[in-house]
């Protein structure tokens, strides 16, 4: 049986740093961020319409790792996290968000605790606006009842130790 932990939270906390080094410390698959290279073939002038066909890509990129059984499968962020980002463009989001039931066993919600940093696809910088988009990625995760945890720490190496614990913790499986 598959173990899906997803990386949550805003953008510029270290979701895609982690996702690989997780990964590879659970021997598990990894679904990398499929809004991310979307977004550098064509831009962060999104629509609703694009923001559910990414959704779909990474669904159907989460399927296609899952037919390979991996004991561990780890998703640099899911659907529900570009529902987020619905809710972060537009103050609204296309119904096929509220429709997903594809969650993971276990969200890890990345803390604000790190500097934000430009890289020509991330939009909300400021203060304020990092704080609501982790208000939104925290109360999806609550409104829809999921098993989470935060994650904090100032350097890649203090957030995979929590992020590890964390996973302990959920008792999803011993940590080796």
């Known amino acids: ?82 529902a987020v980002w619905a809710d972060m463009l537009f103050g609204i989001r296309d119904p096929w968000f509220d429709a997903f039931t594809e969650t993971a066993d276990l969200y890890l919600l990345f803390d604000i605790d790190l500097p934000w940093i430009a890289d020509g696809t991330r939009l909300f910088g400021g203060h304020a606006a990092r704080r609501r988009f982790f208000d939104l990625s925290k109360a999806e995760l609550e409104r829809r009842g999921l098993d989470w945890a935060l994650i904090g720490g100032k350097t890649p190496d203090a957030r995979l130790a929590n992020a590890l614990a964390a996973i302990e913790s959920a008792d999803l499986s011993p940590v080796a």
Do not use: N
């Not at 953008?11 to 659970?26: D, F, I």
């Not at 809004?35 to 073939?41: D, I, Q």
């Not at 669904?59 to 296609?64: G, K, Q, S």
């Open 1 to 82: 049986m598959t173990r899906t932990v997803c990386l949550h939270g805003p953008e510029s906390t270290g979701k895609s740093t982690l996702a690989p080094l997780l990964a590879a410390r659970l021997g598990g698959a990894l679904v990398d961020e499929y809004g991310r290279a979307w977004c550098e073939t064509w831009g962060t002038d999104l629509t609703m319409g694009q923001l559910v066909a990414i959704a779909e890509g990474h669904l159907a990129a989460t399927h296609t790792a899952l037919r390979s059984k991996p004991e561990w499968l780890i998703l640099d962020t899911d659907p529900l996290m570009t």
